[in-house]
């Protein structure tokens, strides 16, 4: 299972083939995971957008945190005069 995108659309697409579990886990690497035929298409692509999300969410979390981080720093180089 990837994400795929074409002419601006995203699209939640499967390969046949896959190259094997990670570390004994079914966990997405970028946007590929690789999901055991049980779990079915929607299990899988539901998996897959949650970790996408929530790894998206740290990332804007942090950046955030460094964001403001980086104003404070500059309003006090600001006060240097």
Do not use: F
Not at 10 to 19: C, G, R, T, V
């Amino acid at each position: 299972m990837y994400l795929h995108q074409d002419k601006g659309k995203w699209y939640i697409l499967s390969e046949p083939k896959s190259p094997g579990l990670v570390k004994k886990e079914y966990l997405p690497i970028g946007n590929r995971l690789v999901y055991p035929k049980k779990w079915g298409r929607k299990k899988a692509a539901e998996v897959l957008l949650h970790a996408l999300i929530t790894d998206s969410q740290k990332v804007c979390e942090k950046a955030n945190e460094r964001l403001s981080y980086l104003d404070t720093l500059q309003k006090e180089v600001e006060g240097w005069d």
